[in-house]
């Protein structure tokens, strides 16, 4: 998706994992996904904070809107803001494979990501909301973030738990290689290579394993001691009853609620087709703060 700078996705790594995965179409009243490539780990952007709150401010948004686009509303709620826009600058396709055109409206939540507190503010944020979004009812697309890796067959038996309809999962491979450089702050391996995944289509398996063992061996023909350490995020349409037991699930760090908000906050805002709006958010940027600062510096 075409976006201004302090608004972009994802910024691609030292390596790309050269691969376009099947994302199949999300079932809900969102636009059907499309083809996604594996990506490598993003580099999130820095944001001022504020506290976190549960209603909207009226705080203009600074950043410059490009001629191309059309800002269709934005709104602050402190821990983290959004903007909706249109226009020929914002067609494309969304980090999730769904395909956006001029006249459709989408939105991008941001927080401070390149901040450990930024990140803890957003999860606080995203608790406080869980109840009101579970008091929305019906389905509901979310992320959700888990406290370390997970193996990849405990993580389909956390999608079939609790009934989630898969759109994009990504697992972390690392180069164990004791040869990679490091960075003078962090003495984990690097680097880190994110495998963006789909679900086996037809099927109610949320990964393609063929998907997973092509990529991996794929990639490790280029650097032969890397490793699968397991899922790190998710994104899905959930029913909202499940979203208290989810968010309270030992292996979850926390759920991602903005998007059911931020369609909410549209809606009242009089914009039209609000429960139809492609919501953007980094919540995986939250992954790469702990791990990179310790897997206990977000409770």
Known sequence: MKSFSSLRMLVAAAVVIVAALLVVPFVTSMPAAQTNPAQTQPVPESRP??????????????????????????????????????????????????????????????????????????????????????????????????????PVADFRNFYQKYGMKPDQTRIRIIDEDPHTSKTPTNEVYQPYYTMSIGPTPGTADPLSETEIERNFLQLKT???????????????????????????????????????????????????GADKVVVETHAYSVFWQIEHNGFDTIQ
């Not at 976190?52 to 821990?79: C, E, K, M, R, Y």
């Open 222 to 272: 280029r650097f032969p001691l890397i490793s699968l350490k397991g899922v790190f995020y998710t994104h899905a349409l959930v029913d909202a009853k499940q979203l208290p037991a989810i968010a309270a699930d030992p292996q979850v760090l926390f759920v991602d609620v903005t998007p059911a908000i931020v369609r909410n906050d549209l809606a009242i805002a009089g914009v039209q």
């Open 49 to 150: 904070m504020l506290a976190a709150t549960t209603q909207p401010s009226t705080q203009a948004h600074t950043d410059a809107t490009p001629a191309g686009l059309i800002v269709v509303h934005q709104a602050n709620f402190g821990a983290w803001r959004y903007i909706a826009v249109k226009g020929a600058d914002n067609a494309g396709m969304s980090s999730t494979g769904v395909r956006i055109g001029p006249d459709d409206t989408s939105a991008t939540v941001t927080f401070d990501e390149n901040s450990l507190n930024g990140s803890r503010s957003y999860v606080d944020a995203n608790r406080k909301l869980l109840s009101k979004v579970t008091a929305y009812g019906g389905q509901t697309d979310v992320s959700v973030v888990f406290r370390t890796y997970m």
